[in-house]
């Protein structure tokens, strides 16, 4: 996959609305391979929609969304399982880890589905971002912001053209969110990838090409 190409996209729920101001809704817009973008918006305006959206798991919205030539639409469930686990991947705002599991295991059960990084990685990862000690300990007892070092070390354990972060920082302090950003950098600079984070005031510090107002 080397674009994601909106056209005129907009959610359902705001399809009516004539006082939409977004570089991103009703727009020709592309996320393109090997470039970093930043989507700023205020809170209800539709950024973890449109996460949503281009991962597959909603569909109310009008416009079209094209991975390369494909429009979304017509994939079907073989082709999103593919996509989902070789090109795309995603951190959700909400997160979706399984409290009842470790941290580790929460990254393990995604590692083995896709095979793709060792073990020796995960852990080396699980240091960086200073959780190595909440290795075995369960999500549901960890902090919102230590969960959200655990979700960015699972969403990197697939081989992706395009990672999606919503709000991936929104309960680190900044030394905490400096080493995620550096470790996320690395990553998608390592496989090529295109990167798209969202934020509702604070940023990710990445060298952006490109700042989007939804």
Same mark, same amino acid.
């Given at each position: ?98 409290? $009842? #599991?470790?941290?580790? /295991? ?6 083995? =589905? ?5 073990? +020796?990685?995960? *852990? ?57 950003? $550096? #470790?996320?950098?690395? /990553? ?6 295109? =990167? ?5 005031? +604070?940023?990710? *510090? ?9």
């Amino acid at each position: 996959m080397e674009i994601i190409n909106l056209k005129a996209a907009i959610p359902e729920v705001f399809a009516q609305r004539t006082d939409i101001m977004s570089d991103v809704w009703l727009k020709d817009l592309s996320f393109e391979k090997n470039m970093c973008y930043l989507i700023e918006a205020n809170s209800g305006t539709g950024k973890s929609s449109l996460c949503s959206y281009v991962y597959g798991y909603r569909k109310d919205y009008q416009g079209r969304i094209f991975f390369d030539e494909e429009n979304i639409c017509e994939l079907n469930i073989k082709a999103w399982v593919e996509i989902r686990k070789k090109h795309l991947s995603l951190l959700w705002q909400e997160l979706r880890l399984f409290p $009842e #599991l470790t941290a580790l /295991e929460n990254v393990l059960l995604k590692n083995k =589905l896709t095979g793709f990084k060792k073990r +020796k990685q995960i *852990e080396e990862w699980f240091d960086r971002l200073g959780i190595d000690d909440k290795k075995n300990v369960l999500v549901g007892r960890m902090s919102f912001g230590q969960q959200q070092r655990v979700a960015l070390i699972r969403a990197l354990c697939q081989p992706f053209d395009f990672i999606f972060v919503d709000e991936p920082i929104s309960h680190l302090d900044d030394s905490n969110s400096q080493i995620m950003a $550096e #470790l996320l950098k690395e /990553e998608v600079e390592h496989q090529g990838a295109g =990167l798209v984070a969202t934020s509702i005031g +604070k940023r990710m *510090e990445l060298p952006y090409d490109a700042v989007l107002r939804l």
